[in-house]
């Protein structure tokens, strides 16, 4: 194997960053240090054998400041939120949290992989519930797969005839009546969680 | 006592089913209820990958209008009822989050103020399951079936986030609300370890061949363990397990098929409710009752 190639794989020591752990230890709770690495988040996480590195390796990644292999990964983005991980952890690390803050952070650095269809699902979804307040799944669904990869959705084609045909698909979205800064107007409330971050 | 219904989004599409069937069963109960007026959608598990305090700003909304709806006194509790697994957790959820931080309380309850909203911390977010068992009763149910479901043996099934991470009113590892529920109707239910292992989620939709790999295995155990039917609490298990069934049969060369049912399907064939109002047209796979 020629030397650049392993060279390549490996992250130096000052492409780390260093305050990744305490962030993402701060956003959740504070307890990410004291992980053992017993492996009992990936031992029971029903998603672990397709992911690029179980939980506990996430955890162990984190505190090493290895931010940009962890927000890459599919690993965050396959966690289906069951919080097996979390319960069942002997040191109280919220791991799901985890994965959430970590997944807010590779949505805001937009460092998730381009046509991947969790991270798409889940823009679409914001997107869809900010301006009808309720969720819509077949245009949810329509959206991301036209954002990734049309062809799956000529694969659903027959699962979406048979949800329309048995009443269980709502061609027009449904909205909610509060609207243009009326009492109770959803885009007034997201704005003003909005204008207090900045 | 009287309960605000937040059905969500899921029950008036995919879920139709266990929306109609448990507003057909809260009436056979007696049950007094009203829908929160103009709520949204709780937020589910992608708004929170996006954002945390918004999520919990698009949640909290629901439980304000449940509280100015509610009108209970100053320390009065109003209670919600949230059918769907996914709310139920994610408003749970909220409460709890802004318990914790006290700084995303009140930048939440701020942005609530600007659209003439306040919440106090009232709501008491609860199960249809623990209203059964807790409220109504299992004998007050007993007494309602006029059409027991004798000889159908159930797998009960509660997905994970009923009991994960907050299990308020059963147990975590092995809850058994809903087989308690079943059985004061008559029915026969199996034992299964599976009933709280994740189908997936939106994986069946997003990366099928790991979201119908979950489903497969909840489905081979059920069938191993000779059950009639399965029964689920949630809208997106329900879908899962049952809407990728032919899918899931060819990839594995095994037949899969099974019925899925909402339970509370269940409870209205027991306390004999007509099939169309409990929405049971609209199974893929026909859910049958012994005949009696």
Request: hydrophobic share 40%; net charge positive; proline share 4%.
């Amino acid at each position: 194997m020629p030397e650049s190639h392993w060279q390549r794989k490996i992250t130096y020591e000052e492409q780390l960053n260093n305050d990744f752990a305490r962030e993402i230890a701060e956003e959740t709770g504070d307890k990410l240090y004291g992980c053992i690495q017993c492996g009992t988040c990936s031992g029971g996480c029903p998603v672990s054998p397709y992911m690029d590195y179980a939980p506990r390796r996430i955890i162990a990644m984190t505190r090493a400041g290895f931010e940009r292999k962890v927000l890459e990964s599919n690993t965050i983005w396959l966690c289906a939120s069951c919080y097996n991980c979390t319960v069942e952890c002997p040191k109280q690390i919220k791991i799901t949290e985890v994965m959430y803050a970590l997944k807010q952070r590779a949505i805001r650095k937009s460092v998730h992989p381009r046509r991947f269809t969790i991270p798409v699902l889940a823009k679409e979804f914001e997107d869809i519930v900010r301006r009808y307040g309720r969720s819509h799944e077949s245009e949810l669904l329509t959206r991301m797969f036209l954002k990734t990869n049309p062809f799956l959705m000529v694969k659903q084609a027959l699962l979406g005839l048979r949800l329309f045909f048995t009443g269980r698909m709502a061609v027009f979205p449904d909205m909610i009546k509060a609207r243009g800064g009326a009492k109770g107007d959803l885009e007034t409330i997201l704005r003003a969680v909005d204008e207090k971050k900045s | 006592m009287k309960y605000l219904y937040f059905p969500g989004c899921s029950l008036s599409s995919t879920g139709r089913a266990y929306g109609e069937s448990i507003l057909a069963v809260f009436r056979a109960l007696g049950l007094s209820f009203a829908e929160i007026d103009d709520w949204n959608c709780c937020g589910a598990t992608s708004y929170m990958s996006v954002d945390e305090r918004k999520a919990v700003a698009l949640a909290s909304r629901n439980l304000a209008l449940a509280e100015e709806q509610g009108g209970a006194g100053p320390d009065g509790e109003v209670q919600v009822i949230a059918p769907c697994a996914a709310c139920y957790l994610v408003l749970n959820k909220a409460q709890h989050l802004m318990d914790e931080s006290p700084d995303l309380a009140r930048t939440i309850k701020g942005a609530l103020a600007q659209a003439q909203l306040s919440y106090t911390g009232r709501v008491k977010v609860r199960h249809p399951l623990d209203v059964f068992v807790n409220d109504v009763g299992l004998k007050a149910l007993g007494e309602k079936a006029r059409r027991p479901l004798k000889g159908m043996k159930v797998a009960c099934y509660y997905g994970c986030q009923i009991v994960r991470p907050y299990a308020t009113f059963d147990d975590q590892h092995n809850p058994t609300t809903m087989e308690q529920i079943l059985k004061a109707l008559g029915a026969e239910v199996v034992d299964w370890p599976l009933k709280t292992r994740c189908c997936g989620g939106t994986l069946t939709g997003t990366i099928e061949d790991v979201g119908l790999r979950l489903n497969y295995i909840l489905l081979r155990e059920a069938k191993r363990r000779k059950a009639d039917l399965i029964a689920t609490a949630c809208p997106l298990c329900q879908f899962n397990l049952e809407c990728n069934q032919d899918k899931i049969s060819d990839q594995n060369k095994e037949n899969v098929a099974i019925p899925v049912a909402y339970f509370t399907q269940l409870m209205g064939l027991a306390m004999g409710i007509p099939d169309r109002e409990l929405g049971l047209q609209r199974s893929f796979v026909p859910v049958r009752v012994a005949a009696a």
